[in-house]
């Protein structure tokens, strides 16, 4: 028997089973991959309608859309183009793209024509064959191949910080915020943003950052000085960084951790700052003193208020107020060979010499206080105190507050001076003054007085007719001539009771009389001639 060949026939339907399964394959290969997304809601997505894009480009459609089980989230399923296949994996995302409206910018404004769609970033892909995801419900701020550096801020405050607040080098967007959170103290906040390449290669680990938001005024000899990043964080705020030192240090990696400063001030003040604490008690009242407050040396800011606390004394019922200050010692230099700072500063001498802190008044309007040093000789000595690791330096009494004692002392004088005393001492006064008054008055009004008068004027006519009349100058001559003999008799009756020896009670006494009998006469003689040079002086009297 011969071997049986295979009909020519069969080879038609065995080519075209391996037609169809190449056809098969082939549209397997280019309908791409079926996946499932799971969202809050479907506004706006519509099944055949909604487009998946990457870059703007579309990789996909969206099929159908249904409800989980419990009817809490929908499942939009989509087919996406076979050459997305080998970059979906574990980080990739998927979110709907709508118009959204924000202080900063515009997005995706197109959307209010075309529709909204479906956005997705693949993420580091790698193939690993999952097709179930979960949607968000924000766009996020990165993806994954922006080239760029994260880093991470600490803060006591949020500002009015959001995600996608901008951050600002030098006035230039180079980043933004991309996620912040409350650490577990419940005290402060850690914010993570990332710097765009290549600007991410100007933080260094001495960076400084501070909060841009808003306006910073300064008040200065110059006038008024208003800085901003821009009009955006003048609205939501922003971040700002620079390198303020002139070592910033080596360049920071991925993920530092920095201090977020409230003000470019602050920033740069703990950036060049050695700073040195102290503790000050004050007495009297602090109303306008608060953290941050200036600190001055003669007028000369040197560091800044840190805390202001109170503190009861129970055993002497009192209050005082604590005040902890921090001072820049590089404010200070130090005139004085190799010496630099506060470092080689006696703070017992400065003390010695009269330096004290006192409270003074750094703003008439506001009534903000401030804390001065000075130096006051007449101030009461005073030793340095060592209290928790702190020096406590002395304090003076602010100028309103001496003034207070001062006017407290007046006062206790004035009350100690016996006013009711003195008023009934003045109302007796008042009542010997009306009785003198009324005396005059009778005097004036009395007939006597008019004869008085006329008696004197008489006297006075005959004075001056004395003194007018040629009979003064023998007069006084006679006077001379009297004076000469009584000085003659006088010597003889010296010599008379010498007679009778020193010890003499006689003796004695003849001495004194002869003693004011000299002077008498001497007297005369210069009356006389006084008289004859000046006659008028017999009305007027002598002239002084």
Known sequence: MGKKRLSVIWLIPILAL???????????????????IVFDSAEGIAAGKTEIRYRDVSVGMVEDISFSDDLSRVIVTATLNREMRDHLGEDTRFWVVRARLSVNEIQALGTLLSGVYIGMDPGEGGGSGRTAFEGLENPPVLLADDQGSRFVLHSDSLYSYDIGVPVYYRHMQVGEIIDYRLEDNGQSFTIELFVKAPFDKLVHDNTAFWNAGGLDVKLGADGVEVDSQSLVS???????????????????????EFTLHARRADAVVASRAELREYRLYFDGSARGLNVDAPVTLRGITVGRVTDVALEYHKKLASFRIPVMVEVDSKKIRVVEEGATGLDTMDDQLLV???MRAQLRSGNLVTGQLLVDFDFYPDAEPA??????????LPTVPSPLDALKQSLIGFLDRVNEIPIERMISNLD?????????????????????????????????????????????????????????RLESAMGQAETMFAAYGEDSALYQQAVKMLEELSLATRSLRQMADYIERHPEALLKGKTR
Not at 383 to 392: I, P
Request: aromatic residues 6%; without cysteine.
């Open 18 to 36: 391996l037609m169809g399964g190449w056809l098969t394959f082939r549209h397997l290969e280019e309908e791409g991959t079926v996946v499932t």
């Open 383 to 392: 030793e340095l105190l060592f209290e928790d690791g702190y020096t406590v």
């Open 428 to 484: 007796q006064v008042l009542v010997e003054v009306r009785e003198l008054v009324a005396s005059a008055n009778a005097l004036v009004e009395s007939a006597d007085l008019a004869a008085t008068l006329e008696k004197i004027n008489g006297l006075v006519s005959d004075a001056d007719a004395l003194v007018n009349s040629a009979d003064l100058g023998s007069t006084l001559a006679s006077v001379r001539e009297a004076t000469g």
């Open 234 to 256: 003048i609205l939501i705020g922003g971040v700002a960084f620079d390198n303020i030192e002139q070592s910033p240090g080596e360049q920071a990696t991925s993920g530092s």
């Open 352 to 354: 010695d010499f009269g």
